[in-house]
């Protein structure tokens, strides 16, 4: 389909033992975004795959990322020697948006593409929340304390253009980052040793086998010049098709080094809610989650706590050793000797636990019946044999998921709805 490959998932109705498998866009989990579908065992006929071909061919960015790059900097020549009316085409992403026409762009604002496009909020597909200032400030402060002198920005716009506008303005400011995104978009305001045009569920670079060696070109490293990746991907996407696409990358990583890197993982951090703590580390068992709460602009729910608005369940999740995360004693957070690593204000150490239990912050509590740390809200139920909110629901032994049948979730959050 247009995103690249397709992926392969599975249907499973009720009572049915095994599903029936079929392809599906990668990217777009809206339908009416991208409608690509396949069964797995259906016979394509020459006349549809040809078809296929042209639509794909039809459903590509109008103008290459060199045209575009080369548009940007006569825009900028212009907006230098013309402090006039500009325009600037936001051709949305490939998915058709309405164009949207601006004027009076100042250099500075083509500096700032994120503050100059729209957000795109389609929660299904792009869902774009951008960092807050203070959060994007924390990232690169921690990034560049670690001594790491490039970024592998993956769906992390707001970073990359922080970097590189210190880049540009601060000569001893010696960080350099590449950004991977799905937004095309980007490819107005950067080189395409700047942005790579890509998709993150299927490990697919758009521009092809030279986007590629733009990539393992970055990564290589020399003059001990350490790369770390930062990645940030919509939250409602497929942690397996991550998981592998963030596996190849490393894997990229790996090839380009020549001594090796004595079996070290490349450095990551991947931003990402709490609650998938435990799928995380079914795919990366060397990772761990700090409890530094990432704040979001655009995010109503998800803004600092301290404002009055909820806390934001954003956390970052790295294979670095824990106690190297500084976490800002300003913000409250504290170094836990015993765990050895930065924890929330409200995160007591529980003796039984022996461990900072708290995973939203908030001060958990121990129960002596199911033998772990259970959110404050939470009381323990004879019913059920373990804690839950007060006005729960028992549940009855039939009364499970109902698509797999399991106790403990919904049919809407069902682990094996995501399954591909
Ligand atoms: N907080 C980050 C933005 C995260 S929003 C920042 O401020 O920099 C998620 C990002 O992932 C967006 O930039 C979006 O364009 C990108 N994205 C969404 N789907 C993607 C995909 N399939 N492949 C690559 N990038 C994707
Ligand atoms: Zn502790
Ligand atoms: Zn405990
Ligand atoms: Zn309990
Ligand atoms: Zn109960």
């Not at 990322?65 to 013309?82: A, D, F, G, K, T």
């Not at 950067?190 to 790579?196: H, I, L, S």
């Not at 010049?225 to 919509?234: A, F, N, R």
Request: proline letters at 4%; one cysteine or more.
């Amino acid at each position: 389909c247009p995103s690249g490959p397709a992926l392969l998932f599975v249907k499973t109705s009720q009572g049915e033992e095994e599903g029936r498998r079929f392809y599906a866009c990668s990217a777009c989990r809206d339908r009416r975004d991208c409608n690509f579908f396949q069964w797995e065992d259906e016979k394509v006929s020459e006349t549809r795959l040809a078809a296929r071909e042209e639509y794909n061919r039809n459903h590509q960015p109008s103008f290459t990322h060199r045209q575009n790059v080369e548009r940007y900097y006569n825009l900028r020549l212009l907006s230098i020697n013309i402090q006039d009316c500009l325009l600037v085409v936001d051709t949305g992403s490939s998915l058709c948006n309405p164009h949207q026409f601006l004027s009076d762009i100042s250099t500075a604002q083509l500096k700032s593409p994120s503050q100059l496009l729209h957000p795109l909020e389609n929660k299904k597909t792009n869902a774009q929340y951008l960092f807050a200032e203070r959060s994007c400030q924390f990232l690169l402060d921690l990034i560049t304390d670690l001594g790491f002198r490039r970024v592998l920005s993956v769906g992390t716009p707001r970073l990359h253009e922080m970097i590189q506008s210190k880049a540009s303005q601060e000569e001893d400011f010696r960080v350099r980052s590449l950004l991977l995104d799905i937004d095309f978009r980007y490819s107005q305001f950067y080189t395409e040793d700047e942005f790579c045009h890509y998709n993150m569920f299927n490990h697919y670079f758009f521009g092809g086998e030279a986007a590629h060696e733009t990539c393992r070109k970055f990564l290589y490293q020399d003059n001990g010049e350490s790369v770390i990746m930062v990645t940030d991907p919509p939250f409602g996407g497929l942690v397996e098709a991550l998981a592998s696409s963030f596996k190849k990358l490393m894997a990229m990583w790996k090839e380009t080094e020549k001594e090796g890197h004595n079996n070290q993982e490349m450095p990551m951090f991947w931003i990402f809610p709490y609650f998938f703590e435990s799928r995380i580390l079914e795919f990366f068992p060397s990772f761990s989650m700090m409890d530094y709460q990432v704040d979001y602009d655009n995010h109503a729910l998800y803004k600092h706590g301290k404002t009055g608005r909820r806390q934001s369940p954003v956390r970052i999740f790295t294979n670095l050793t824990p106690s190297k995360i500084v976490l800002p004693v300003e913000e409250g957070y504290r170094f836990c000797a015993v765990c050895q690593r930065y924890v929330s204000s409200g995160n007591q150490h529980c003796e039984i636990c022996n461990s900072c239990t708290s995973k939203d912050g908030r001060q958990w509590k121990h129960c002596v019946l199911c033998n772990k740390c259970v959110k404050p809200s939470w009381f323990h139920c004879n019913n059920c044999n373990c804690c839950a909110l007060q006005n729960h629901t028992c549940e009855k032994s039939d009364a499970g998921c109902f698509v797999c049948g399991k106790a403990g979730h919904k049919r809407s959050t069902c682990p094996s709805l995501s399954h591909t």
